[in-house]
């Protein structure tokens, strides 16, 4: 799931279902990623673009918390997202 305001050039996304690779891909994100980091430490986070599309963040081993752990993307300009419709 995925938070934040438009004017605060930060998202949050709450990761429920911790990677077991310990690497969190969010697609369908096209705004220039300037800083990743979680939420409860301030931890700061290895984020690459494997793809325009892609966002690849190098995660720790074990989650932070065990139910919702919360990693912060700060993004540079306008916010650009793909927009996916649900099956219905």
Do not use: C
Request: charged letters at 30%; a negative charge.
């Amino acid at each position: 799931m995925r938070t934040g305001k438009p004017d605060e050039k930060r998202l949050y996304f709450h990761v429920y279902d911790w990677p077991d690779d310990a690497l969190l891909e969010i697609p369908g994100i096209f705004s220039q990623i300037t800083g990743a980091r979680l939420l409860e430490s301030g931890e700061e986070l290895e984020a690459s673009r494997p793809s325009e599309s892609l966002v690849r963040i190098n995660i720790p081993a074990e989650p932070i918390d065990q139910v919702a752990t919360v990693i912060v993307l700060d993004y540079q300009g306008e916010l650009r997202v793909a927009r996916y419709q649900a099956d219905k």
